[in-house]
């Protein structure tokens, strides 16, 4: 099949919903074999048998090392090879702030967020390694740019994760081994269990604010990762690719004093 990722093979954390889904969507409409890894035993299915032949789901918890080499093993054995992690899963964003944040709720956040990626760069970097290079992607987090009060936890993680990709991209660049991550702004998904209506309020909220006049989809970041999966991204490693419709350019506080100021 022709396309931008022709003949790749492309492991996608976080696959059966928002982000994740809509990339393995995407990445499968440009030729690629997509493993889909999440925890979502009942979504992640549906969304491999909705792709069809190219995709294929295992149960995954990206915080735990067996489940991790699991999901690299099954994208092997059923096409040979790796050449692209999308390490996206990820939990948050309703922790609450510092004082509140319960001990485990902390714990959870810091062990998929940040472990999560980790078990996947330790993981999946000798099989890029056996395919003479490839590219990882980590979805981080305007949240690692920006303070977002009452969030603490979610920010430190997407922190740590942009600081992960900086080191380790440094470490696999001559193996043509590139990564990445994307700093999504507010995108439309069910992230921390939001309800329909929330994700309807938000969307309205950041068409207001964004200086782009819309709130970010899950295409939008698919779109991104396909950039950094194929080869027209070879030279970019250890960077931080912002998606947020300009929202991290812009200090909300001024449209709020001065009104809407859009042309
Ligand atoms: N939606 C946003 O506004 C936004 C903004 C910035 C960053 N992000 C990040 O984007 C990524 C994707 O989130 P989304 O918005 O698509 O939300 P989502 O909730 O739709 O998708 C997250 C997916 O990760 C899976 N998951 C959670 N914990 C897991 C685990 N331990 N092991 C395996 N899978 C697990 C969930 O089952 C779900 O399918 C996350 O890393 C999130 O932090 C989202």
């Known amino acids: 099949m022709a396309g931008r990722l022709a003949g790749k093979v492309a ?42 032949e190219a995709a294929r789901f295992v149960q995954t918890d990206v915080r735990f090392g067996e489940d991790v080499q699991g999901m690299f093993a099954a994208a092997d054995e059923a096409w040979g090879r790796i050449d692209v992690i999308y390490n996206n899963a990820g939990v948050g964003g309703d922790e609450g702030n510092v004082r509140d944040c319960p001990e485990d709720r ?30 990882i992607i980590v979805t981080a987090s ?40 994307i700093c999504p702004g507010s995108i439309s998904t069910g992230q921390g269990s ?31 990762a396909l950039f950094l999966a194929s080869d027209a991204s070879s030279l970019i490693t250890g960077q931080k690719l912002v998606v947020d419709g300009g929202w991290t350019s812009l200090d909300a506080r001024y449209v709020e004093v001065m009104g809407k100021r859009f042309p």
């Open 11 to 52: 492991v996608i954390t976080g696959g059966a919903s928002g982000i994740g889904e809509a990339t393995a969507r995407l990445f499968a409409s440009e030729g690629a074999h997509v493993l889909i890894a999440d925890r979502d035993a009942s979504r992640g299915p549906w969304v491999a048998s909705e792709i069809g």
């Open 106 to 135: 902390y714990n959870l956040i810091s062990d998929v967020n940040i472990r999560g990626v980790w078990l996947g760069m330790k993981y999946g970097i000798p099989h890029l390694e056996r395919a003479g290079g490839g590219s």
């Open 142 to 181: 305007i949240a690692a740019i920006t303070g977002v009060a009452g969030v603490a936890a979610y920010c430190a993680s997407k922190g740590a994760v942009v600081a992960m990709v900086r080191a380790a991209a440094g470490e696999w660049a001559s193996k043509h081994i590139r990564i990445n991550c």
């Open 194 to 224: 939001r309800s329909e209506e929330q994700i309807e309020q938000s969307r309205q909220y950041f068409a207001n604010y964004n200086p782009v006049g819309r709130s970010g989809e899950p295409i939008d970041i698919a779109n991104a």
